[in-house]
């Protein structure tokens, strides 16, 4: 796009504010905007030769935009990035693990990643680029040092949904042909859309042109003799014609630059690639270093056959690093699932290792300003979240493909409006030159897709048409329903705004004809496309194609039906998390609240397991090692499990890690006569425990060394709340809590909590204050706020005084620190009921416990139905 005297003026500020590192005070910035605006009233149109452009022009700024730029800097530069975590594995433990950091790069030029570290200088501020550098830096050291003889090194990044992947492997490429690898390979998805998305971000970040015109990195910083050699394009994917074209009679052997190609994640790609190398060389290439990045690559990676019959793309993949003698392996994604169940001892003669991370995995964290699962679905009081349950009728959550679309919901045309606002009020906000788009994920089916963008294009045809009739009008009001429900949808969802009606629907009427619809899917006519030259407002109405790493730029409004019990594919289709500078207020998601309730228990599920890789990471355990942690864990291993067992299954072991963990009934029955019988229950355990063996602790009850047969006979006679036979689903996985009581000769401790509440008499000796919750009435069941029952220190209450005021309220902590598992009981006041009882399990250990899994044979309906769910993933065709 253009580059206004705005832009022009403020990256010539920028420049001046970079020099001096790290975050910067509010104060430093207003003086450097000031300074600029002293300059330009002195120097007057003569300011232009301060600029490193040659154009003459320059436009005076209003108040409004130096506050809009002192805000956009403060921003920027507010921003902070921690460091990632290493886990190795055992070989790679012995090896070199800085021969990068500590040598080459101090000896090196590095031309690649300078020139890439000055171009991101501009979009990050200087904490979150010296965190790319040094993640990046020890991501380099453990590929290997491309001089040495041979090697094969495999390994994994895990970073968040939409957080910035691309620009870490972005940074590794540059950094890794900096260190002599020449041939890099970008596995890209498995779609036209994303593959290009990609060699377009690399053409920007490492080759530095495109079509033989600077970009990115490249503008006014680019060495043809350093010129990396693209053999493919942002138009055209692979093949040997164009390779042969491209490379211009050039090999590994006769040219000094890096050979770069970003690829779909495709068998007949795959093979072109394949057999243009094994007709350069006869044998293996023995003296240059390939770097593979798979991302996305818990797609279509993984082998999901037996080893002596590989899936085609792991087979493709596998052989493809086959043909170098010196290669390097790096998966990135945001769901690391699928690729820890990868057999790490699977290997074949002529394909090699299978893919598993073996040498170690890394766990990037996120910069502060990532709006992020947290963020939307636990933080900020679901400000961002608009349940909806309008759409039943008119798109049937289980519809097949053949369905006929009649009518859209009402909700689907709300969000349209609210899209239709948020871009008028982005251009008020002097945003009028950034992308905006909106989300629509409603089905599995391409035909619905397009019936879909029909409705949509109708709409948008009979809103431009009341919006430019009337928009203008003082009393439009009067004269248009949609322009009045456009003024419902404002009043609704941004009822703070700080702009007048008027403004905004005068601003409306001169962008809405720049409202557009694109479909995304296997045969879209017309592309999406974020130009440079312009700013692009579109509806995007797609589903598959658009899960898989694809950015939907200046994404504002999401409407999204697609439901799955399945952890990774559902944060895949989030598209809504990543970066929303001076927007992320005006950000909503429309979603059914089940979908909500599913995002909160992925969240909790994923954020416990990053939190145990911490720990195994200080504890210098390895990728098998948490390999097996994820295959353990009470929330996510079975799902996992079911991808990776046969359909015909009909029954196997599992094994679950409760070592560490924590488990509440968070979410309990409102059947009538359960709310009764929980009460009696709690009544009739705190009865049958010892009276001597009772202690007091601040306002709450501990019983110390209690039989196991007590705790047995408590929870066989609660009655949870249960969506499948073993609990898992509904958070208390109750057979396996009691398989664990049933194998271990161990005593228990029990405690009893008091609250805030009215006082409730337990026994004739025993009084408690209820504990005051907040709770949502949910279908069949009650939801406890924050699905969390106890307090932050309530596990505490077992630990001596002085252990429990120095852990505080770090949760795994004080299980690191139980020598008896804690039984918790919980007597509820709520606004709902108050005969709500609820009980928690704490389990003492961590995720290095060993030997304490409980083993359960699996034979369910609950297993059946996620086997249903992935047949029912597999019918889609978008």
């Known amino acids: 796009m253009e580059m206004t005297s705005y832009h022009r003026i403020k990256d010539h500020i920028l420049t001046i504010l970079q020099k001096h590192g790290g975050r910067l005070p509010a104060d430093g910035i207003s003086f450097e905007i000031q300074t600029t605006k002293n300059l330009i009233d002195m120097m007057g149109d003569k300011f232009v030769l301060v600029l490193p452009d040659k154009d003459n022009r320059l436009s005076s700024l209003s108040e409004d935009d130096w506050e809009r730029m002192q805000r956009e800097f403060e921003t920027l530069f507010d921003v902070e990035m921690e460091n990632g975590v290493l886990i190795q594995g055992e070989n790679q433990q012995q090896r070199d693990s800085v021969w990068w950091s500590t040598l080459q790069k101090q000896k090196g030029e590095n031309y690649y990643w300078e020139r890439y570290k000055e171009y991101i200088k501009k979009s990050f501020s200087p904490e979150v680029v010296k965190t790319i550098d040094d993640n990046t830096d020890i991501i380099m050291d453990n590929i290997e040092d491309p001089s040495i003889g041979s090697f094969d090194r495999y ?19 540059c950094k890794a042909a900096d260190a002599g690898y020449k041939f890099i390979v970008i596995i890209a998805g498995g779609i036209n859309n994303l593959r290009n998305q990609t060699q377009k971000r690399l053409n920007e970040s490492f080759v530095g042109q495109d079509k033989g015109i600077q970009v990115g990195a490249g503008v006014g910083n680019t060495l043809r003799e350093r010129l990396p050699v693209s053999l493919t394009t942002t138009e055209r994917d692979f093949n040997k014609q164009d390779a042969d074209r491209n490379a211009q009679s050039s090999n590994f052997d006769n040219i000094s630059t890096p050979i770069l190609i970003v690829i779909k994640k495709n068998t007949k790609t795959l093979s072109n690639v394949i057999s243009w190398l094994e007709k350069q060389y006869k044998n293996q290439v023995t003296n240059h270093a390939m770097l593979m990045i798979d991302d996305e690559s818990d797609y279509a990676t993984i082998n999901t056959k037996d080893e002596e019959n590989p899936t085609a793309i792991n087979k493709k993949l596998r052989k493809l690093l086959s043909l170098f003698y010196k290669s390097a392996y790096v998966a990135y994604t945001a769901t690391p699932y699928a ?30 300003n990532y709006f992020g699962a947290r963020s939307i679905f636990l933080n900020n009081g679901g400000r961002h979240l608009i349940p909806i349950d309008d759409y039943l009728d008119d798109i049937p959550p289980k519809h ?76 439009a009001l009067l004269h248009s329903e949609i322009i009045r429900d456009l003024k419902a949808t404002l009043d609704l969802q941004h009822p703070d705004i700080n702009f007048q009606w008027n403004d905004i629907i005068t601003k409306l009427c001169s962008i809405i004809d720049t409202i557009l619809v694109r479909e995304v899917h296997q045969s879209t006519g017309r592309p999406l496309e974020y130009r440079d030259d312009r700013p692009t407002n579109a509806i995007v109405i797609g589903g598959t194609s658009l899960s898989r790493g694809f950015t939907l730029e200046g994404l504002s409004v999401s409407y999204f039906l697609r439901n799955t019990v399945f952890y990774d594919t559902l944060m895949q289709m989030g598209r809504w998390f990543g970066y929303r500078p001076e927007y992320e207020d005006l950000c909503k998601i429309y979603t059914p609240q089940s979908i909500i309730d599913n995002f909160a228990l992925i969240i909790e599920a994923t954020e416990d397991l990053i939190s145990d890789f911490k720990i195994m990471a200080e504890a210098k355990m390895t990728p098998n090692d948490f390999g097996l942690s994820v295959k353990q864990h009470p929330d996510s291993a079975l799902q996992v499990t079911a991808r990776n067992k046969q359909r015909n299954v009909q029954e196997f072991i599992f094994d679950m890690k409760l070592a560490g963990k924590s488990k509440e009934t968070s979410w309990l029955s409102d059947k009538e006569e359960y709310l009764n019988h929980n009460l009696q229950a709690i009544r009739k355990i705190v009865s049958a425990l010892p009276i001597h063996k009772r202690t007091p602790v601040a306002n709450h009850f501990l019983w110390r060394n209690i039989d196991k047969e007590t705790v047995m006979s408590f929870l066989a006679d609660f009655k949870t709340y249960q969506k499948d ?6 958070r208390m996985p109750i057979e396996f809590v009691k398989k664990y009581v049933e194998d271990r000769n161990i005593t228990w401790d029990v405690a009893l909590y008091s609250g805030r509440g009215k006082e409730y008499e337990i026994t004739d000796y025993i009084s408690i204050k209820r504990e005051e919750r907040k709770l949502q009435r949910k279908n ?8 969390q029952i106890s307090s932050g220190n309530a596990e505490a209450i077992a630990l001596p005084e002085q252990k429990r005021r120095k852990i505080g309220s770090d949760r795994k902590a004080t299980r690191r620190e139980m020598s008896h598992p804690l039984l918790m009981l919980h007597i509820l006041q709520t606004d709902e009921d108050d005969r709500l009882a609820a009980f928690g399990v704490s389990f003492p250990g961590s995720v290095l416990s060993k030997g304490e899994t409980v083993s359960l044979k699996i034979n369910t309906v609950y297993y059946q139905n996620l086997l249903e769910e992935l047949r029912y993933e597999e019918e889609a065709d978008d």
Do not use: C, W
């Open 400 to 475: 097949k493909k053949n369905f006929d679309l009649l009518s859209i919901p009402p909700s689907l045309y709300d969000a349209m409006r609210l899209f239709f606002l948020n871009v008028a009020i982005r251009h008020l906000r002097g945003q009028g030159y950034k992308h905006n788009s909106m989300l629509i994920h409603a089905t599995r089916f391409t035909r619905i897709h397009q019936k879909l963008s029909i409705f949509v294009d109708d709409y948008i045809s009979e809103v431009r048409k009341d919006v430019l009739s009337y928009g203008k009008m003082p009393d």
């Open 339 to 368: 690729n820890i169940f990868i057999d790490h001892k699977a290997t074949d003669g002529d394909l090699g290792r299978d893919l598993f991370p073996r040498d170690f995995i890394f766990s990037l964290d996120a910069p502060t």
């Open 155 to 173: 390994g994994m990044v895990v970073g968040h949904v939409q957080s910035g992947k691309t620009a870490n492997y972005s940074a590794l490429v």
């Open 780 to 787: 069949g069941h009650f939801e406890i706020r924050n699905r």
């Open 725 to 730: 036979p073993l609990g898992i689903t509904a």
